[in-house]
């Protein structure tokens, strides 16, 4: 099944330090999700965007909608130790009648102690 | 708690045998949609409900089925299990169709097939 590119894979960083990822598609989508996932656990909805340009913030989290609908990028600012987990994007294709998510191949993120 | 309850947590069952999956969306949720996880293919949707009909289906097996009952609660019917549907199995809903479709996660089901 298809997938969207998401980078990095995985991220080492140290507390209170900024994370950065993105996911890239061939495909315009109207909408654009973060999602994060603990071990064991399902995915918990952390940011929607629903315009191209669209810049949305969550707290420390603050996610962008690309002007080309064709990628989005997730910031987290000085990390904490529960920010540990696999981030996942997942985009909404314009396709009335069928609104399934098609979703990034994950970003684990460690913190270092 | 994003308000979707799935049952069970656990399935261990053996190759050719069928198992049912549970999902009860979050309140005032009209569509169900199932996803399946695997470390090989991540998270790919299967097939998705709204208020009680098949919307739209994804990558799912002629083995596999689903239904969406009138109290809006959905069942995954997994029959002639084989090893490689080994997975973690995730409902989800949402509100609107159109629009603002922000899909809320249940708990999920981890099926170990033997």
């Known amino acids: 099944g298809q997938q969207l590119n998401q980078s990095p894979q995985s991220m080492f960083i140290q507390e209170g330090e900024d994370v950065s990822m993105n996911c890239t598609s061939s495909?315009?989508?109207?909408?654009w999700l973060w999602y994060k996932q603990d071990p064991g656990e399902g995915p918990v909805l952390l940011i929607a965007?629903?315009?191209?340009?669209e810049l949305t913030s969550n707290g420390r989290l603050t996610a962008q909608f690309g002007i080309t609908r064709k990628d989005s990028f997730l910031n987290i600012s000085a990390s904490i130790p529960s920010d540990v987990g696999i981030y996942f994007c997942?985009?909404?294709?314009?396709?009335?009648?069928?609104?399934?998510?098609?979703f990034g191949t994950g970003t684990r993120l460690t913190i270092i102690p | 708690d994003s308000g979707v309850t799935q049952t069970p947590k656990h399935l261990i069952t053996a190759t050719g045998q069928r198992v049912t999956l549970r999902c009860s969306p979050r309140?005032?949720?009209?569509?169900v949609y199932w996803y399946q996880q695997s470390l090989d293919q991540g998270l790919q949707f299967l097939i998705q409900?709204?208020?009680?009909?098949?919307?739209a289906k994804g990558n799912i097996l002629e083995r596999f089925s689903a239904q969406q009952f009138p109290d809006l609660h959905s069942e995954l019917n997994l029959s002639s299990l084989e090893l490689g549907d080994s997975a973690l199995y995730f409902c989800?809903?949402?509100?609107?169709?159109?629009?603002?479709?922000?899909?809320?996660f249940g708990p999920g089901t981890r099926l170990t097939v033997l």
């Open positions: 989800a809903s949402s509100e609107e169709l159109a629009g603002y479709n922000e899909q809320f």
């Open positions: 495909s315009i989508f109207n909408t």
């Open positions: 965007l629903y315009k191209a340009g």
């Open positions: 997942a985009g909404q294709l314009p396709n009335f009648g069928n609104e399934k998510l098609t």
């Open positions: 309140s005032g949720d009209l569509s």
């Open positions: 409900y709204y208020n009680g009909e098949e919307r």
